[in-house]
C-alpha cells in the first residue's frame, strides 16, 4: 500500500485495534475523549517523508472525529502541508477495534497549484479500514501498531478543561 494511503489510514490505525492475547480487555471509557498523535516516517521506496500531528476525538457514541496536518516531503517538489479531516464510526467486537471511514478530506494549503500533478485527494480512498493492535492503552496513553505495515503510532490524551 502506498505511503499516501497509509498516512490517510493514520487516524483510523488509532482508533481501531486488536489486543495482545496477554494484555487485559480493554477499557471503552479509557477510549472516550480527545487524544493528540503525532508521527513521523520516511517510506524506502518513494523517499517520501511525512510528518502527522492531528487530534482525534473518541465519543461514547462509536464515533470519531479528528483532524490535524501533514507534512509531506516529496523528491522534486517543494514541501507539501495538507489540512486533513475525518469522521468516522468505531466499535469493538471481540479483541478487535474496528473503524470505518467514509468522510476523510485532505486539503493541500501550501501549493495547492499543484494538485494537478499530485493530488492527494484522488489518491486517497473515500471509505478506509484498518486495525492495528494496542501495545498500550491506559486513560493518558495509547500506543498501536498498524496490522498492515507494523508502523508504530503513539498518542497522548488531552486533558479536559473544567
Known sequence: MPLIK???????VLSMSSFAA???????????????????????K????AKI????????????????SLL??????PQLEYRLTDNSAWQINGSKLTLSS???????VSHPELDKFFNLKKI???????????????KAHLKVQSDSDGRIY???KIASKG
Request: proline share 4%.
Open 6 to 12: 497509509k498516512l490517510m489510514l493514520f487516524p483510523l
Open 22 to 44: 496477554e494484555q487485559q480487555s480493554i477499557s471503552k471509557s479509557y477510549l472516550y475523549g480527545d487524544w493528540h498523535c503525532q508521527y513521523e516516517g520516511v517510506d524506502t
Open 46 to 49: 518513494t523517499k517520501m517523508k
Open 53 to 68: 500531528d492531528y487530534k482525534i476525538n473518541f465519543m461514547r457514541t462509536g464515533k470519531t472525529s479528528g483532524g490535524g
Open 72 to 77: 509531506l516531503s516529496v523528491p522534486n517538489f
Open 102 to 108: 467514509t468522510d476523510i478530506s485532505a486539503v493541500n
Open 124 to 138: 486517497i480512498p473515500s471509505n478506509i479500514s484498518e486495525s492495528s493492535t494496542v501495545i498500550t492503552l491506559t
Open 154 to 156: 503513539s498518542c497522548n
